[in-house]
């Protein structure tokens, strides 16, 4: 499924790239640019929508439906990153007897990592005379 809008909408892109790039600009001599070309609209008089400008607005329409589609899409199939990893196993610590002290003061202590700076440093190469 996610294959056939992932076709239509590349097709979609296509088409909707050449319409913009083939549709003439309004008012784009020098009397367009100090507001001589058209009425009282906010980008300039409106003209008869011609196949071109018909066929820009079905494929922007389509191309935002496509794009809502494959981002529907892609959230249901989502796993975590670690979805398959197992849970490190947990350290145990045997149960101590009511009666018996030394089992209850030894602390479980994890096993150390040594970082760069617990590490011993490199000695120094030696000096040629």
Same mark, same amino acid.
């Given at each position: 499924?996610?294959?056939?809008?992932?076709?239509?909408?590349?097709?979609?892109?296509?088409?909707?790239?050449?319409?913009?790039?083939?549709?003439?600009?309004?008012?784009?001599?020098?009397?367009?640019?100090?507001?001589?070309?058209?009425?009282?609209?906010?980008?300039?008089?409106?003209?008869?929508?011609?196949?071109?400008?018909?066929?820009?607005?079905?494929?922007?329409?389509?191309?935002?439906?496509?794009?809502?589609?494959?981002?529907?899409?892609?959230?249901?199939?989502?796993?975590?990153?670690?979805?398959?990893?197992?849970?490190? /196993? +947990?350290? #145990? =610590? *045997?149960?101590? @007897? !009511?009666?018996? &002290? /030394? +089992?209850? #003061? =030894? *602390?479980?202590? @994890? !096993?150390?990592? &040594?970082?760069?700076?617990?590490? *011993?440093?490199?000695?120094?190469?030696?000096?040629?005379?």
């Amino acid at each position: 499924m996610s294959a056939l809008i992932i076709i239509l909408h590349i097709i979609v892109c296509l088409i909707l790239i050449f319409a913009v790039l083939l549709q003439s600009g309004k008012a784009a001599d020098l009397a367009g640019a100090f507001g001589g070309g058209g009425s009282q609209t906010a980008f300039g008089a409106r003209g008869n929508a011609n196949l071109l400008t018909k066929v820009t607005t079905a494929s922007a329409i389509i191309f935002m439906l496509t794009s809502m589609g494959l981002w529907i899409i892609s959230g249901r199939g989502s796993t975590s990153v670690v979805g398959g990893e197992k849970a490190p /196993a +947990a350290a #145990t =610590v *045997p149960q101590a @007897k !009511p009666g018996d &002290k /030394a +089992a209850t #003061t =030894v *602390p479980v202590t @994890k !096993p150390e990592q &040594k970082t760069e700076t617990q590490k *011993p440093p490199v000695p120094a190469p030696p000096v040629k005379k």
